[in-house]
């Protein structure tokens, strides 16, 4: 069975720093890019970032690029988004969710449950 | 970026009534290399991560239930369910994934009247 299971959330002072883990099992973690997706609170999605099945390329949200770091390790079957400078508007549940890997398609077929994200002083 | 756009933003419907959801897209999502729309939808019930339906606008996913289908193509798209049930109720999403960054539409709720 496929889960993934995100972990790392909580509350952070603005100009703050979190890192966000999520560990897959049940699948060949290496074989699939990996994504996070975010949702504020009563909102829509917003994709955040991709990374490759190796880690060695990844894109990020425009409007994120420079605050947010995506990695991956493999050998642990564990993604990460490392996020600095955050304000109240990166406030948020934060999904790590699989690429389904359909040739060409950036659609997601299995979602975290989430990390919550609060900025707050 | 592409911009989506779902219509209505909520709907409630009796059971086992016809439920319809529209996404419409700023730009088409329609490749002609492969003539394949690059549009998913998603489920979203109360307190859980999304749950993907369709992809290539009308291709079903594993699991889902055949009431739910998925049709359109370019810039219009839309979400069916021929016979709402109770555990239908949800928010749902149509995502293209044509351009980066993949871009979600705003939502459409469902609830049952």
């Known amino acids: 069975e496929v889960q993934l299971l995100d972990s790392g959330g909580g509350v952070v002072q603005p100009g703050g720093s979190l890192r966000l883990s999520c560990t897959a099992s049940?699948?060949?973690?290496?074989?699939?890019?990996m994504v996070w997706v975010r949702q504020a609170p009563g909102k829509g999605l917003q994709w955040v970032s991709t990374?490759?099945?190796?880690?060695?390329?990844?894109s990020y949200s425009e409007s994120l690029r420079g605050r947010f770091t995506v990695s991956r390790d493999n050998s642990e079957n564990t993604l990460h988004l490392q996020m600095r400078g955050l304000t109240a508007d990166d406030a948020a549940i934060y999904y790590c969710?699989?690429?389904?890997?359909?040739?060409?398609?950036?659609?997601?077929?299995?979602w975290g449950r989430g990390s919550l994200v609060t900025v707050s002083s | 970026d592409i911009v989506m756009t779902q219509s209505p933003d909520s709907l409630a419907v009796s059971l086992g009534e016809r439920a319809t959801i529209k996404c419409k897209s700023s730009?088409?999502?329609?490749?002609?290399?492969?003539?394949?729309?690059?549009l998913a939808w998603y489920q979203q019930k109360s307190g859980q991560p999304p749950n993907l339906l369709f992809y290539?606008?009308?291709a079903r996913q594993s699991g889902v239930p055949d009431r739910f289908s998925g049709s359109g193509s370019g810039t219009d798209f839309t979400l069916t369910i021929t016979s709402v049930q109770a555990e239908d109720v949800a928010v749902y999403y149509c995502?293209?994934?044509?351009?980066?960054?993949?871009?979600f539409g705003g939502g459409t709720k469902l609830e049952i009247k």
């Open positions: 969710a699989r690429d389904k890997g359909v040739n060409g398609a950036l659609v997601f077929d299995y």
């Open positions: 049940g699948f060949n973690f290496r074989n699939y890019d």
């Open positions: 990374v490759s099945p190796s880690g060695d390329s990844a």
């Open positions: 730009q088409s999502l329609l490749y002609s290399s492969n003539n394949k729309d690059y």
């Open positions: 290539w606008a009308s």
């Open positions: 995502q293209q994934y044509s351009h980066t960054p993949v871009t």
